[in-house]
């Protein structure tokens, strides 16, 4: 017998009430001094994705959106499978993706809006996580992108992405990072206050004296709020995908996530992907993990300008992670070799429509068990239960 998955319903006006409750409290900002000095945790993949998802449900929902979204009825699963035969009895070209399904999927409430709000009190936490992983001083010094680069690595990490399947290496000079980063990050105060607060912090580590002059003009926060309302509040299905050429820190991303449930970023730079994927975890769900039935939500390192295939830095691992070939499922089963769990980089973006047919024709399925030891997975939601 199949388990049920239920997702509970909170009322949006208890976490508006919740939200102002909280936002009045008085919040303490941790520091070196606050830490337990020898303090250790066995950090498994994927152990902060419960914690996400339960704050999340409190203050604004997302992610129970997602999960809701995620799962395909099997009336609408079975009619899916029957689009070509019916499309022939009737005469016509079959859907891709047949009105149906998304009817029956969807839910019925629209996309949980985020109100942007920034907050000084969330950003020196964001800051004295960073200042953290040194033993002394500050961050913001001629390495600071090694040391965001790690903290991006060591979250991503937390939050399960196949990706990062193993704790990054500490910075020379900052044994124990990963445990004062424990004590210290606090997400909580992040989503209690959503903004883009690595656009705000880049800024300071790119000038000329920085490790990197990479030249980051983010966009404002304010200014990708108010282009989203004018392009597309009442004006744009759910379904429709967008496309950012050079997303940065995922600003204009984030934003339009209040609209729309799919959209492509792309950008020259490794790091600010590894940015935006992050903040897209806090923020926008379906574009951190790609609702798999629609597809077209990815992530993508290349130039725009060049006539050049961009790599993939997110759909593919989760594709890879979710599902495998038939033809090759069998031949495992067949095989006494040992599996390796090391994941293989694909260097093409992945054609998630190729894939998502190759699903319904039942050239694909999911697999029986992921790599991860402890993650929420697309058919696993006990993690939010």
Not at 57 to 78: E, K, M, S, V
Not at 97 to 119: A, R
Not at 124 to 136: D, P, Q, S
Request: net charge negative.
């Amino acid at each position: 017998m199949k388990k049920l998955i239920e997702i509970p319903t909170i009322d949006p006006k208890a976490r508006i009430e919740l939200r102002q409750k909280l936002r009045k409290d008085s919040y303490q900002v941790k520091t070196r001094k606050d830490l337990i000095p020898q303090f250790n945790r066995n950090l498994v993949h994927g152990w902060m994705m419960p914690i996400l998802g339960q704050v999340d449900r409190c203050l604004w929902g997302r992610w129970d959106y997602w999960g809701r979204c995620q799962l395909i009825p099997a009336h609408a699963w079975n009619r899916w499978k029957m689009e070509p035969m019916l499309a022939l009895l009737e005469g016509r070209k079959p859907e891709p993706l047949p009105e149906f399904v998304i009817q029956e999927t969807l839910p019925k409430e629209p996309i949980p809006q985020i109100d942007w709000e920034y907050s000084s009190v969330a950003e020196n936490m964001l800051n004295n996580t960073l200042n953290c992983i040194l033993k002394h001083g500050e961050w913001r010094t001629w390495s600071a992108w090694e040391y965001l680069e790690y903290f991006l690595d060591w979250v991503l990490f937390g939050f399960g992405h196949p990706a990062y399947k193993t704790l990054p290496k500490e910075p020379a000079g900052c044994e124990g990072a990963s445990m004062r980063l424990y004590q210290v990050f606090d997400l909580s105060a992040l989503l209690l206050y959503p903004e883009d607060y690595l656009g705000k912090i880049l800024p300071d580590i790119c000038g000329k004296k920085a490790q990197r002059n990479a030249g980051f003009y983010p966009t404002p926060l304010v200014v990708g709020s108010f282009m989203s309302q004018v392009i597309s509040a009442g004006k744009t299905d759910r379904t429709s995908s967008f496309n950012e050429p050079a997303c940065g820190t995922g600003t204009l991303m984030l934003t339009q996530s209040n609209y729309c449930l799919c959209g492509i970023g792309q950008d020259i730079d490794p790091i600010l992907l590894k940015c935006a994927l992050f903040q897209f975890f806090l923020y926008a769900p379906w574009l951190a993990i790609p609702i798999w039935w629609l597809g077209q939500t990815d992530l993508w390192l290349g130039n725009t300008l060049l006539a050049e295939k961009p790599k993939s830095m997110n759909a593919v691992y989760w594709y890879e992670e979710w599902f495998e070939n038939v033809e090759n499922a069998e031949q495992e089963e067949n095989s006494e070799q040992v599996k390796s769990e090391s994941v293989e980089i694909v260097e093409q973006p992945i054609q998630t429509e190729t894939v998502i047919q190759e699903i319904v024709q039942g050239k694909r399925k999911p697999k029986k068990n992921t790599t991860s030891a402890k993650q929420m997975t697309l058919f696993n939601l006990d993690d939010f239960t």
